[in-house]
């Protein structure tokens, strides 16, 4: 089974190398994370990569702290962020919003109120509420420019996808595009596309199988509680994005 620091590795890998978050060294994470998934060997350097992710470390912080977990790397822990589990509902909207408060607020100067707007009540510190709340894209889409904000929302988000052929080093999924219809964000009609299978998910995978998806990399396969939490926490988190009416500050951007 993959340790925590190997699974966050998984997925934080794809935006790294784009160069998105985290620290400058996309390599080093792809090779200490494919040393720790083989071999279950010391995690040292995976562990101090993680807590370069300014953008993610305090919401596993957060998670840990609000479930008396001492490892921000616990296994359930980064499953909650990237995927979903019942560990985020552990978080009130107050603690969320204290958090992110402390992130943020001299940061974004008088733009604070338009990032505070998206801690309601269904907000929790998942992946998607990061993606949709607090990055600037959705914003920027109300303002007129939707290609490319849209497209980057779309990937930076962590989807799911129905495995329809295996190749040697790529998978055929079928999943759901992200929408926006001038006011609202959503999940559109299925579409065919190719995602990259270069980290291990274990046995060989097959057409009909489920697996999450960040950018163009296949980070796990999902099982069908996985697969409804993802599912669920994204329809949620695309809930709290479409309530507020100006949220992301732009200067967030970057």
């Not at 953008?55 to 912080?61: D, R």
């Not at 914003?139 to 930076?156: F, K, M, T, W």
Request: charged fraction near 20%.
């Amino acid at each position: 089974m993959t340790c925590g620091p190997a699974l966050f590795a998984r997925y934080a890998y794809p935006p790294n190398a784009l160069g998105y978050c985290g620290p400058g060294a996309p390599g080093e994470l792809l090779a200490q994370m494919a040393y720790v998934d083989a071999t279950g060997g010391d995690d040292r350097g995976l562990r101090h990569l993680a807590a370069g992710f300014e953008g993610a470390w305090p919401y596993l912080e957060l998670i840990a702290a609000a479930n008396n977990r001492p490892d921000p790397l616990d296994l359930d822990v980064v499953t909650a962020y990237w995927v979903g589990n019942r560990l985020l509902d552990a978080v009130t909207p107050a603690r969320l919003h204290r958090s992110l408060e402390e992130r943020f607020a001299k940061r974004t100067g008088t733009s604070w109120w338009r990032l505070s707007d998206v801690v309601s009540e269904e907000a929790v510190p998942h992946h998607g509420l990061h993606v949709f709340g607090v990055y600037p894209w959705v914003g920027l889409l109300r303002a007129g420019r939707v290609e490319e904000p849209l497209h980057v929302l779309d990937r930076c988000r962590v989807r799911w996808g129905r495995v329809e052929q295996v190749q040697a080093h790529d998978v055929v999924v079928r999943t759901r595009l992200l929408t926006y219809d001038g006011h609202h964000l959503g999940l559109g009609e299925e579409v065919c596309e190719v995602a990259s299978r270069h980290v291990d998910v274990g046995p060989e995978l097959a057409p009909g199988e489920w697996v999450s998806l960040h950018w163009d990399w296949v980070c796990d396969r999902l099982d069908a509680q996985a697969l409804a939490a993802l599912q669920g926490f994204t329809e949620r988190m695309l809930r709290v994005a479409n309530a507020p009416a100006r949220p992301g500050p732009a200067t967030l951007l970057g």
